[in-house]
């Protein structure tokens, strides 16, 4: 590992945290939003986030046939971003114009408290990743300045 895949490493875990906490923020600013294009209220949205993998490919020796194969990490990538398909959260308020026959009307399924969660820890995450960047920007400059003397 060199001090640019520790780069590469960071900025990917800095973009992924960025959209996270973009998807939280649109949760936030539709917890009200009882009706969109698709008729219903909205609904919560997710990032979901794998390991990108880099292969590297070791030979053994030339006696040895075929190659002992390595995985090696490589960051992070949103792989997907799901809709949170739990149901509604039904309130009665009889006088609103999405208020259905017996008064009730569907809220989106968004708690406030998870999302104010998932807003800290994401921006926490994105912090970290702030914090390793700039430690292996520090670490880079000592190298050349050790260079230059």
Same mark, same amino acid.
């Given at each position: ?21 973009? !998807? ?12 969109? #294009?698709? %008729? %219903? $209220? ?23 046939? %075929?190659?002992? #194969?390595?995985?090696? %990490?490589?960051?992070?990538?949103? *792989? ?6 739990? $149901?509604?959260?039904?309130?009665? *308020? ?13 809220? $989106? ?5 998870? #999302? ?27 190298? !050349?300045?050790? =260079?230059? =003397?």
């Amino acid at each position: 590992m060199n001090i640019f895949s520790t780069l590469n490493i960071s900025a990917s875990g800095l973009a992924a945290e960025r959209l996270r906490m973009d !998807l939280t923020a649109q949760n936030i600013a539709n917890v009200n939003t009882t009706k969109t #294009e698709d %008729g %219903g $209220p909205y609904k919560r949205k997710v990032a979901v986030f794998k390991e990108k993998l880099q292969q590297e490919i070791h030979k053994r020796n030339e006696k040895f046939q %075929g190659s002992n #194969e390595k995985f090696q %990490g490589n960051g992070v990538e949103v *792989d997907k971003i799901v809709t949170d398909d739990s $149901p509604p959260i039904m309130v009665y *308020d009889p006088n609103h114009p999405h208020a259905n026959e017996e008064g009730f009307v569907a809220k $989106p399924n968004i708690n406030l408290a998870d #999302e104010m969660v998932d807003l800290i820890t994401a921006s926490r995450a994105y912090e970290a990743n702030v914090a390793v960047l700039n430690a292996t920007k520090q670490i880079a400059m000592k190298a !050349l300045s050790i =260079g230059r =003397g």
